[in-house]
């Protein structure tokens, strides 16, 4: 009865003065406010609850109570009791949680994978860790002193300093090692104690354990190194065999792909040094270059497809798109210039078959050192090997010899051109095979002729060498001239005797004659001296000559006009002698204003000639 009168007094007084609104069981002022602990409300509240040692308690409920109200009006709070508990509010979007169930317990939203932290409008201005990030109850991100990572099982790039891991297993393994990047998943996740290395890409460097100094860019790259060092890899699948090679260099997609142990090799370009699993000291630039050689070592490849066919060769040097070498086993070659083809070893090839012209401003020199020359001999064949030779004129079939080489030919207008051009060319030379079975029939171990050295290689002529025969030849003409011009000049000397004999004895016949006056006596010696009164051209002396040379003759008495003509080779008149002296002459020729080469002089009496002999002039 006490507890209802109590109850009755306080809705008298809390009534006393006012009006009243009568809503469902709940009474309220219309206008002013209401105080619960205090007679002094604040005037901005409709309510004023005041306190120290109680709080609020509003409607407690479960989840499946707080989903069962109906219709809930915007604003409606209540407590949850039940997972995840906390103050829930009721807006436009459904029932929020609006607090946890203490600010410092975890953040723990009421459904999952619902809200933001954060938005793109409105973010948090720092987030502070004191430990890390988890995913799936997995660690994601992690954070020490001197080392970052962030992936699944990458945090044990925490345990050693300066490693920075980003990828899902990405140093998943280190212990000791230290100032390793790792960017990518799996990338140097077997790596222990290795240093200084950097794998950016999936799986680049992925089996490395102790190497050092590694640098690897790109997917799979230096895949499967374990204890390499000092290599660089940058592009997909760049060095994926190579295990424990050191200082080498790959740039570009798959280059280097099959090196397993090849040491100081450089490529650059996509699949240049390709298949090489073994060869070292190598440097490819260009697209494919090196690409098929596999063992070979000291090789130099410098454009598209440079070095790239011969699986085995070595100390090659290729500058140029497809110079190359089909042959197999050979060393120390050169290729310079597109499609240059050297098909031997020790051998230079410049250019290729559509070139038509290598020259610059100074001739070509071979050391010619004596002091490096032993077993010297001159057993030149000169004269007999020379009268050996054809020369021939010829086209090259250019089409045919490119094809033979193997040739990259492409459809460029200028090339076809160049190639059209240089088959219309005639060229003056010999056929190799035929000097090469000329210097054999004579003898002659001559060099001029350059033998193939395998199947692939070819015959070629080296055409200074044959300076060397031609001046034997010379020098063997020049001592049979020396040797008939000295035989005619006896000869020469004789007939002088013979002529100042027979005048003797003409005297001395006339004498006879006017002593004894026998007539017929003296016809029968006129008619035999006249028989002796012949024409004739003696060879000139010396021959070869330089400077100059002699012409001796005989006039008959009975000659009204005799003439010494000198043509060329071709039948031009370069000089006319004229003779006015009967019996004998000799004619003295100056070969300054003669050009250098072979002549022939006659001797022409009344219009007629008599007798043509060659001379040769050698400047």
């Avoid at 720092?126 to 660690?139: F, T, V």
């Avoid at 891991?165 to 990518?184: C, E, Q, V, Y």
């Avoid at 001046?471 to 000295?486: A, H, L, W």
Wanted: charged residues 15%.
């Amino acid at each position: 009865m006490k507890k209802l009168f109590s109850v009755l007094s306080f809705t008298a007084v809390f009534a006393a003065g006012t009006g009243f609104v009568n809503g469902q069981t709940n009474i309220f002022p219309t206008s002013g406010s209401a105080g619960i602990g205090t007679i002094s409300p604040n005037a901005k509240s409709i309510l004023d609850i005041a306190s120290t040692t109680s709080g609020v308690l509003i409607p407690r409920m479960t989840t499946a109570q707080r989903a069962a109200i109906v219709s809930p009006p915007q604003g409606l709070i209540v407590y949850q009791t039940t997972v995840p508990e906390g103050l829930y509010i009721y807006n436009t979007s459904g029932w929020v949680a609006i607090a946890p169930s203490g600010f410092n317990s975890d953040l723990i939203p009421g459904t999952a994978g619902t809200y933001n932290l954060g938005s793109y409008t409105y973010t948090w201005e720092n987030l502070h860790l004191g430990n890390g990030i988890y995913h799936d109850g997995s660690q994601l991100l992690g954070v020490s002193s001197t080392s970052l990572a962030f992936g699944k099982n990458s945090m044990d790039a925490l345990d050693a300093a300066n490693n920075i891991a980003l990828g899902n297993d990405a140093l998943s393994n280190i212990t000791t090692g230290n100032t390793n990047i790792a960017i990518g998943n799996e990338s140097l996740s077997f790596t222990t104690s290795g240093s200084r290395n950097t794998g950016i890409g999936f799986e680049s460097l992925n089996l490395l354990t102790t190497g050092i100094d590694n640098t690897a860019v790109g997917n799979k790259s230096l895949n499967v190194a374990t204890s390499a060092s000092f290599n660089t890899s940058i592009g997909a699948n760049t060095f994926l065999f190579l295990t424990t090679a050191a200082y080498n260099l790959a740039v570009g997609c798959n280059a280097g792909y099959n090196n397993l142990s090849g040491n100081n090799n450089a490529y650059s370009g996509a699949y240049s040094g390709y298949e090489n699993t073994l060869g070292s000291h190598n440097s490819g630039h260009g697209y494919s270059s090196l690409r098929e050689n596999i063992t070979g070592s000291y090789n130099t490849a410098i454009g598209y497809y440079a070095g790239s066919v011969s699986n085995s060769f070595t100390t090659g040097t290729f500058v140029g798109s497809n110079a190359y070498t089909t042959a197999t086993g050979v060393s120390n070659l050169t290729g310079i210039g597109n499609n240059a083809r050297p098909t031997a070893s020790n051998q230079v090839r410049i250019g290729n078959s559509s070139v038509t012209s290598i020259g610059g401003y100074a001739g070509w020199t071979n050391l010619s050192d004596g002091r490096f020359k032993t077993d010297v001999a001159e057993n030149v064949v000169g004269l007999d090997f020379i009268l050996q030779l054809r020369p021939v004129t010829y086209h090259l079939n250019i089409d045919k010899l490119s094809n033979y080489l193997g040739e990259a030919n492409q459809d460029d207008q200028v090339e076809t051109a160049a190639r059209k051009s240089k088959q219309a060319m005639i060229y003056t030379g010999f056929i190799a095979q035929e000097v090469a079975v000329a210097a054999d029939e004579v003898g002659f171990d001559f060099s001029g002729v350059d033998y193939p050295k395998n199947e692939q290689d070819m015959y070629g002529l080296r055409y200074a060498e044959f300076v060397v025969p031609i001046v034997k030849s010379i020098q063997e003409m020049y001592t049979t001239s020396t040797q008939q011009g000295n035989m005619v000049a006896d000869l020469n000397d004789k007939i002088l005797e013979l002529e100042k004999q027979n005048e003797q004895l003409m005297e001395n016949i006339s004498a006879i004659n006017e002593l004894l006056g026998i007539q017929k006596t003296n016809e029968k010696l006129a008619i035999t001296i006249q028989q002796n009164d012949i024409a004739k051209l003696e060879q000139n002396v010396p021959n070869p000559f330089s400077n100059s040379t002699t012409i001796s003759c005989f006039i008959p008495n009975d000659v009204k006009t005799a003439v010494i003509l000198i043509q060329s080779a071709n039948g031009v008149l370069i000089k006319e002698i004229v003779l006015s002296a009967k019996g004998h002459n000799q004619v003295q020729l100056d070969a300054e204003s003669l050009p250098s080469g072979t002549f022939s002089y006659s001797l022409v009496l009344d219009g007629k000639v008599a007798s043509t002999k060659t001379m040769i002039y050698v400047k």
